[in-house]
């Protein structure tokens, strides 16, 4: 089955949102980073588990990690967002839609400037 | 996943911009009257009391849009007005319903027998970007869509 080029980062980027878990950890890092420790005590889960879900988070491009003297901080990237641009598709959906209006409305123009034109010049 | 359509493109750098190329087998003289004409804006874009002078403020009444939490009261300012090539306005939502204060610009270009429009709309917030779509995907909103990736990929692997 053909594959399109940029499957594989959104597969990972997808596989990483499947998980509710994880979704939840992200929704935690967007308030701000945090540490694996923090982040077990808030979700009273086991540090390995978080590790793994930051691990399957990080994969998918969501996460960056900082270190700062003893500690690792988890932060909410968002550069590999930008395959999912179609956050912004509902503002596309809506101006490709007025563009669209647009031309039937000079369409319409043009018909009352050549009432007679048969030609049609479309 | 994303469409190929290639009237429409978003910058890849930068979450911050909506670009919608448009040709139109029109003058731009045409064009730029559909533009700026309040009753022909009317028709495309939505009623409003706009005039085509620098500082003008108006407002523009469409439909609200749940997916953007679109008010459906656009207030807008005119920034620029250079005829007939460019008209620049300012956009926010009237009722603040999302905070976010955008600038839309036509820019007009004769081509052959017509004319080639750029729409942009621009000043979305980057963290505004990355807050909304997460705020949406927590709630479910990309659920079925990933879903239903997800089920591909598991055929795939099947």
Known sequence: MPRRSRSAPLDRLVGALANPTRRDILDALLEREQTVTEL????????????????????????????????????????????????????????????RDLGTVLDQLEQDDHPHDDEGRR | MTSTDPATQSNDEDLTTIVVDQFYPH????????????????????????????????????????????????ASTVLAVEAPRLLRISWADAEGGNAMQTTVTWTLQAEGAGTRVLLEQAGFDADDAVDQLSRRIMTGGWRSMILARLGEILDDAA
């Open chain 1, 40 to 99: 077990a005590a808030r979700f009273d889960m086991a540090r390995p588990s978080v590790s793994e879900h930051l691990a399957s988070l990080r994969a998918g491009g969501l996460v960056d990690e900082r270190t700062s003297g003893r500690h690792r901080y988890y932060s909410v990237t968002p550069g590999p967002l930008q395959e999912l641009a179609d956050w912004l598709t509902p503002y596309e959906r809506f101006w490709r839609g007025r563009m």
């Open chain 2, 27 to 74: 003058p731009p003289e045409r064009v730029w009257r559909a533009l700026t004409t309040p009753e022909l804006l009317a028709q495309w874009l939505m009623p409003n009391d706009f005039r085509a002078e620098v500082g003008h403020r108006f407002t523009m009444r469409g439909r609200p849009v749940e997916a953007t939490g679109f008010s459906g009261v656009v």
